[in-house]
């Protein structure tokens, strides 16, 4: 059965840095698109990154666009996160889930449709 676990969450002051992972079972990461989410207190899950299967193509969106870096290594079948700059409203539960394409991956069910524990993030002084 296909399961996603993320890790790597914790407590970091504004400015620091997380990587956060998305281990995958039961599954070929390299078959599928990942996409990464996070949802804030009070707030809906909103799509933050995504690697597609298409090699070389990923997906900000526009608030970590040249804080975060989301790649792959299809030996660990793991996905990653790395969050830099972090700033207070990054702040939050991060899931990562598996898609065909990146193309509209925020609007989206994921494959399965199922969602993982998360991993927390919390940015502050």
């Known amino acids: 059965q296909p399961l996603l676990v993320e890790s790597g969450g914790g407590l970091v002051q504004p400015g620091g840095s997380l990587t956060l992972s998305c281990a995958a079972s039961g599954f070929t990461i390299e078959n599928y698109s990942i996409g990464w989410f996070r949802q804030a207190p009070g707030k809906e899950r909103e799509g933050v990154a995504c690697?597609?299967?298409?090699?070389?193509?990923?997906d900000y969106e526009d608030s970590v666009q040249g804080r975060f870096v989301i790649s792959r290594d299809n030996a660990k079948n793991t996905v990653y996160l790395q969050m830099n700059s972090l700033k207070s409203e990054d702040t939050g539960t991060y899931y990562c889930?598996?898609?065909?394409?990146?193309?509209?991956?925020?609007?989206?069910?994921?494959?399965?449709?199922?969602w993982g524990e998360g991993t927390q993030v919390t940015v502050s002084s």
């Open positions: 690697i597609s299967v298409e090699e070389g193509r990923v």
């Open positions: 889930n598996r898609y065909y394409f990146c193309s509209g991956y925020r609007s989206r069910p994921p494959l399965g449709g199922a």
